[in-house]
């Protein structure tokens, strides 16, 4: 597609549960990223692939958090017993080149019950 | 940390021009000014970046002081679909390049009809 597609655009969890959201970047481009927005703040950084590999993770807030992008392509952010304080929107967003800017998906907004 | 300081709300009137701030004081050489803004429900969007030459495209202007301790992004013809909060980014290319981009927390754009 023309744009990063993340799935679902919203989701509920109850505490405790596991969840995993998706991302699809736009095709061919190398870098991946994942933010975590709360209500009324600016996007945290959580992690950085380049194609497969995982660069950065230091963003990470826990062990409970856990991305993967096995093929380079789609990634998937997890979070295992889920908490309250995970409540936000999870941002993707992919780039071809150091250069380029960013094009971010419109978000997953996980709520946690 | 962010390395800018903007500020915190803005109003312009439609059809105006639309002049945000930054102060990135401490800019290095390497370091280039990004501009993305984050429109209600989505996530955030590039719209230009610069290292000292003013530039311009189709959404906007940098404009760039000597010293590069400061820039201006210009909408020029501002309507009320560029309400937004607007992050001003400095992020370091080349050799030594941040791979992530780190947002503060912007200045919220009003447009008033």
């Known amino acids: 597609g023309a744009g990063v597609s993340q799935s679902p655009r919203y989701k509920v969890a109850k505490r405790g549960q596991d969840v995993a959201l998706r991302c699809d970047p736009i095709s061919g481009h190398v870098s991946l990223f994942w933010y975590q927005q709360a209500l009324g703040q600016g996007p945290e950084f959580l992690t950085y692939?380049?194609?497969?590999?995982?660069?950065?993770k230091s963003g990470l807030p826990s062990d409970r958090f856990f991305a993967e992008r096995p093929e380079g392509s789609v990634s998937t952010l997890k979070i295992q017993r889920t908490q309250q304080e995970d409540s936000a929107v999870y941002l993707c967003a992919s780039s071809y080149g150091q250069y380029d800017g960013y094009t971010f998906g419109s978000g997953t907004r996980l709520t946690v019950v | 940390d962010a390395k800018t300081t903007q500020p915190t709300s803005m109003d312009c009137a439609e059809g105006r021009a639309a002049n945000l701030p930054c102060n990135h004081s401490?800019?290095?050489?390497?370091?280039?000014v990004y501009w993305y803004r984050q429109i209600h429900s989505q996530g955030p969007q590039y719209i230009i970046h610069?290292?000292?030459n003013n530039e311009t495209n189709e959404m906007a202007s940098l404009i760039i002081t000597e010293d590069r301790k400061s820039s201006t992004l210009i909408l020029p013809h501002a309507t009320l679909r560029d309400t937004a909060v607007y992050y001003c980014?400095?992020?370091?290319?080349?050799?030594?390049?941040?791979?992530?981009?780190?947002f503060g927390k912007g200045t919220r754009l009003h447009i008033l009809p």
């Open positions: 401490t800019i290095s050489g390497n370091e280039y």
């Open positions: 980014i400095v992020r370091a290319l080349g050799l030594n390049r941040d791979d992530k981009i780190i």
């Open positions: 610069g290292l000292k």
């Open positions: 692939f380049q194609n497969e590999a995982q660069l950065d």
